[in-house]
């Protein structure tokens, strides 16, 4: 089945740092979605991506859309305390209404 | 408006009972997922309902069904349940239509504690 590569697990940063993950894929998606969870919480949107090559923009969140559709990056510029979370990657392929997720990021920011 | 509703929150249960879990979509919203979180596996598919009929169905036992109602409410039942279904059971909702994508918003989820 398909399987989505997320990394990396983990990281550390300081505040004001920029943060970059990304997502690859065995397989080709038509859509990329990039989720931020919070404890006790279910998954919010925070970017949708429906083309190869776009490039969205959420305030200080970018994501891309890799142009081979088997990747995605999500960029976080000038980190704050609130940003900190669980980054998941997902994607869906052709007319498969179900998400396949990636494994998440955990975020910390430190003050 | 008012966002995906699940209930209960948290659920305890002994091993080889059954439990079923509750989910009002956001109004409007025809199409009804539900996803398993846990540790181990991480965020993986359940099925999918949209108009009373299910659409979709992720790679788990018979164990697990689920039925949607013509409000679009959702239900999801587990029967014999095992330790290993301790999870996080979380709902999403969309409009259903090819651009579900952006569409899916997720409740906070049913805490459920199998022992």
């Known amino acids: 089945g398909q399987q989505l590569n997320q990394s990396p697990q983990s990281m550390f940063i300081q505040e004001g740092e920029d943060v970059s993950m990304n997502c690859t894929s065995s397989s080709i998606f038509n859509t990329w979605l990039w989720y931020k969870q919070e404890p006790g919480e279910g998954p919010v949107l925070l970017i949708a991506l429906y083309k190869a090559g776009e490039l969205t923009s959420n305030g200080r969140l970018t994501a891309q859309f890799g142009i081979t559709r088997k990747d995605s990056f999500l960029n976080i510029s000038a980190s704050i305390p609130s940003d900190v979370g669980i980054y998941f990657c997902?994607?869906?392929?052709?007319?498969?209404?179900?998400?396949?997720f990636g494994s998440g990021t955990q975020l910390t920011v430190l003050p | 408006k008012a966002g995906v509703t699940q209930t209960p929150r948290y659920l305890i249960k002994t091993r080889g009972q059954q439990v079923t879990l509750s989910c009002s979509p956001i109004?409007?919203?025809?199409?009804v997922s539900w996803y398993q979180q846990t540790p181990g596996q991480g965020l993986q598919f359940l099925f999918e309902?949209?108009?009373?009929?299910?659409?979709n169905k992720g790679n788990f036992p018979g164990r697990f069904s689920g039925r949607q109602f013509s409000n679009s409410r959702s239900e999801m039942n587990v029967s014999t349940l095992e330790l290993g279904d301790s999870a996080l059971y979380l709902c999403a909702s969309s409009l259903g239509r090819r651009d579900y994508g952006y569409g899916y918003t997720f409740g906070s989820g049913t805490r459920l504690t199998v022992v």
């Open positions: 997902a994607g869906s392929s052709g007319s498969a209404r179900q998400l396949t």
């Open positions: 309902y949209f108009s009373e009929t299910q659409r």
């Open positions: 109004s409007g919203h025809r199409s």
